[in-house]
């Protein structure tokens, strides 16, 4: 199968839906591989896929060793998920955690106490609410107390009055972090600050009779797209901010931007922050919490029909793709879906 425009086809008539699909897109990770640099998201998405090819553990092993020594070559370590060292560090912790390499996790551990907690920006992409769920997760990955703690100071240095609404750069990101938070420490002063977000972005949606979809941010009035700014995201936190709280309304607003999201699909280009991929594991993050195959159906046509991304965006197809055929898969750089996972 080839990249760039060639559709990636109709989906496997035999077996598990996406399976053919799958197998196709480790191939390819596998032969992009480039010994001198690998990306955390190859490396996540990799991890990830360990279930479905003999070969990974060991180009997972050598990905993750030459990405731990690249990471401890920094000299400035900055906090964002996407766009700092947060998300080598988790998709190192993954990789320890998968290949049980202890000496792995020692590295992925220190590296992790080396993210600042304290940004200019409180972002997931570039600032300290990723930062933040990364030391959420290196705490449920090594079960180590001082992790949670530096996530408390973290979260209680967020500014959440006011500014964008998306994931990646905004509130609905932010309030993700807080959540999670406030999940893992039962800490009711950042509960209340996540759901008040939470209802921020309820109160913020632009309704078009079933879907719901978001501007920029507070006094715009043209609806963005994708994860990084509009429903993909506010999504995302909703979905999560219903199931931790059972509020009705939290679930209405999340089941109408998975309906924005499948009207937008096909007019989206393939990446992953301005695109569908993203959206895609939205959609998957509906089926998972709310039962409902629609959404499932709706992920599964769309990839289906989808041009291969760049190289950017192909990893987080293939972890996408790694939720659909392997049970119990979980979506890459999140928070959990339900309180409990």
């Known amino acids: 199968m080839s990249i760039g425009s060639v559709a990636a086809g109709a989906v496997h008539p035999e077996g598990v839906p996406g399976d053919r699909l799958l197998d196709d897109g480790i191939l390819q990770l596998l032969n992009r591989m480039n010994p001198r640099k690998h990306s955390a998201s190859v490396l996540g998405a990799l991890v990830a896929a360990l279930p479905r090819n003999d070969r990974l553990p060991g180009v997972v092993r050598t990905a993750a060793k030459r990405t731990a020594k690249r990471c401890e070559r920094e000299s400035i370590v900055l906090p964002g998920l996407h766009f700092g060292q947060s998300g080598a560090v988790w998709a190192l912790l993954d990789a320890a955690?998968?290949?049980?390499?202890?000496?792995?996790?020692?590295?992925?551990?220190?590296?992790?106490?080396?993210?600042?907690?304290?940004?200019?920006?409180?972002?997931?992409?570039?600032?300290?609410?990723g930062a933040g769920l990364t030391l959420l997760h290196a705490w449920r990955v090594t079960g180590d107390g001082q992790f949670l703690a530096r996530a408390t100071e973290c979260a209680r240095h967020q500014d959440t009055e006011q500014g964008k609404y998306g994931f990646g750069h905004g509130i609905a990101g932010i309030a993700a972090f807080l959540l999670d938070h406030a999940l893992a420490t039962g800490d009711k002063l950042v509960r209340i600050k996540a759901i008040r977000l939470a209802d921020t972005l309820c109160d913020a949606a632009m309704w078009d009779r079933t879907a719901a979809r978001w501007p920029s941010g507070p006094g715009e009035s043209i609806p963005l797209g994708g994860w990084c700014g509009d429903a993909a995201g506010v999504g995302s936190f909703l979905v999560r901010a219903w199931l931790a709280t059972g509020?009705?309304?939290?679930?209405?607003?999340?089941?109408?931007?998975?309906?924005?999201?499948?009207?937008?699909?096909?007019t989206m280009a393939t990446a992953s922050c301005h695109g569908v991929v993203e959206n895609v594991e939205f959609l998957l993050d509906m089926a998972e919490a709310t039962g409902d195959d629609r959404h499932r159906d709706w992920a599964l046509k769309t990839i289906g029909r989808l041009a291969w991304p760049d190289d950017a965006g192909l990893p987080v197809l293939v972890a996408a793709l790694v939720r659909m055929v392997v049970p119990g898969a979980r979506r890459l750089w999140m928070p959990p879906l339900r309180p409990a996972d």
Request: charged share 30%; proline share 6%; hydrophobic share 45%.
């Open 247 to 266: 509020d009705e309304r939290y679930r209405k607003v999340a089941d109408a931007a998975a309906a924005a999201v499948r009207a937008d699909q096909w």
């Open 97 to 129: 955690h998968a290949l049980a390499d202890p000496k792995l996790m020692a590295r992925a551990a220190k590296l992790a106490t080396e993210i600042p907690v304290l940004s200019s920006n409180p972002d997931v992409c570039d600032g300290s609410a």
